[in-house]
C-alpha cells in the first residue's frame, strides 16, 4: 500500500470512528436523562392514547388490543428503553389532565402542536403530517369546502379543530355552524342522523369512518403536525423521544409503519 492509499484510508477510519463515537454520546446523554433513569427503574412506560381512531389508535373488541400506528411508536419506545408498555386510553378531554397528574409519562393521541400547546407542555418534534379534512354523506352534492357555507360542521370537543375552521371561515367569508361532541363515533353517528351536514378532522383519521354511507371530499387544508408530549419538565424525555425519531426516520422504520397501517404522512408546510 502506497503512502497516499494508507492517509485515505486512515482518515476514513477516523471519520467513522467519530461518527460512531458521536452517535453513542447523543444516545449514552439521552438514556441517563433523570426522566428515562426514573422510568427505567420503574419498568414501565405508561403512554395514553387513543382508542377511537382506526389506524392510528384503536380498541379491537374482538381480539381486545390496541392496534394502531400510534400504537407501535409506543412500543418501539417501550422498547428502546427496555421496560413494559402500559397503554392508558385518552380523549381530547383527558390527554392533558392526565399528562398534568403524571398519570401517564407521553401522550401519542393524534396531538397537534402549536404554540398554545408548546407553552404548557414538552413536545417531540413531529412523527406525521396531516390535513383538516371533511367527512359528507354520500347522498349529499356537497364536493368541496365552499358548499358547506351555512351548514353545520361537527367537531371534537378539545381538538384545534373548530379554531382552524373559524381562521378559514373568515379568510375565504364563510359562515360554518358547529356542533362539538366527546369522540369521532359520536360524530360519525351524528353524520348518519344527519344532525351535522359534515365531520371535520384530520384527514387520516376520517379515512377510518369513511362507509358506504359517507365519502372524503378530495380537498383539504391546514397541514397538521403530530408531536408526543409530556410535562413541560420532561425535557430529557422529550430528548430522548427526538433522538429516536431521527434514528427511525433514517432506517425508514418510521416509514414502515406507517405502510402497515396504509397511512401516507402528508408533505410538511415550507
Known amino acids: 500500500?502506497?503512502?497516499?492509499?494508507?492517509?485515505?484510508?486512515?482518515?476514513a477510519l477516523i471519520?467513522?470512528?467519530?461518527?460512531?463515537?458521536?452517535?453513542?454520546?447523543?444516545?449514552?446523554?439521552n438514556v441517563t436523562s433523570p426522566q428515562v433513569k426514573k422510568i427505567k427503574r420503574a419498568g414501565v412506560l405508561k403512554v395514553g392514547v387513543k382508542q377511537d381512531v382506526p389506524n392510528f389508535g384503536y380498541y379491537n373488541a374482538e381480539t381486545g388490543k390496541y392496534e394502531g400506528m400510534e400504537i407501535d411508536i409506543a412500543r418501539k419506545i417501550a422498547k428502546s428503553i427496555g421496560v413494559k408498555l402500559e397503554l392508558v386510553p385518552v380523549t381530547t378531554q383527558t390527554r392533558e389532565p392526565l399528562m398534568d397528574n403524571g398519570q401517564v409519562d407521553l401522550v401519542i393521541a393524534t396531538y397537534t402542536i402549536t404554540p398554545e400547546r408548546q407553552a404548557s407542555y414538552s413536545i417531540s418534534k413531529p412523527?406525521?403530517?396531516?390535513?383538516?379534512?371533511?367527512l359528507v354523506r354520500q347522498s349529499s352534492k356537497i364536493s368541496k369546502i365552499s358548499d358547506l357555507d351555512g351548514l353545520t360542521i361537527g367537531v371534537s370537543q378539545g381538538a384545534t379543530t373548530k379554531v382552524n375552521l373559524?381562521?378559514?371561515?373568515?379568510?375565504?367569508?364563510?359562515k360554518f355552524n358547529y356542533v362539538q361532541l366527546g369522540s369521532f363515533p359520536e360524530l360519525a353517528i351524528s353524520l348518519y342522523s344527519k344532525r351535522i351536514d359534515a365531520f371535520s378532522v384530520d384527514k387520516s383519521i376520517l379515512t377510518g369512518y369513511v362507509s358506504k354511507q359517507s365519502k372524503l371530499l378530495k380537498y383539504g387544508f391546514n397541514t397538521q403536525e403530530y408531536g408526543i408530549a409530556t410535562k413541560k419538565s420532561n425535557t430529557g424525555l422529550t430528548k430522548y423521544v427526538n433522538y429516536l425519531l431521527k434514528k427511525w426516520t433514517a432506517d425508514k422504520s418510521l416509514e414502515s409503519i406507517y405502510n402497515k397501517h396504509n397511512l401516507e404522512s402528508a408533505k410538511p408546510d415550507k
Open 1 to 11: 500500500m502506497n503512502i497516499k492509499k494508507f492517509l485515505i484510508s486512515l482518515a
Open 166 to 174: 373559524e381562521a378559514y371561515a373568515k379568510k375565504h367569508h364563510l
Open 15 to 29: 471519520m467513522i470512528a467519530t461518527g460512531l463515537s458521536g452517535l453513542s454520546k447523543v444516545n449514552a446523554d
Open 127 to 134: 412523527y406525521y403530517y396531516d390535513q383538516i379534512g371533511f
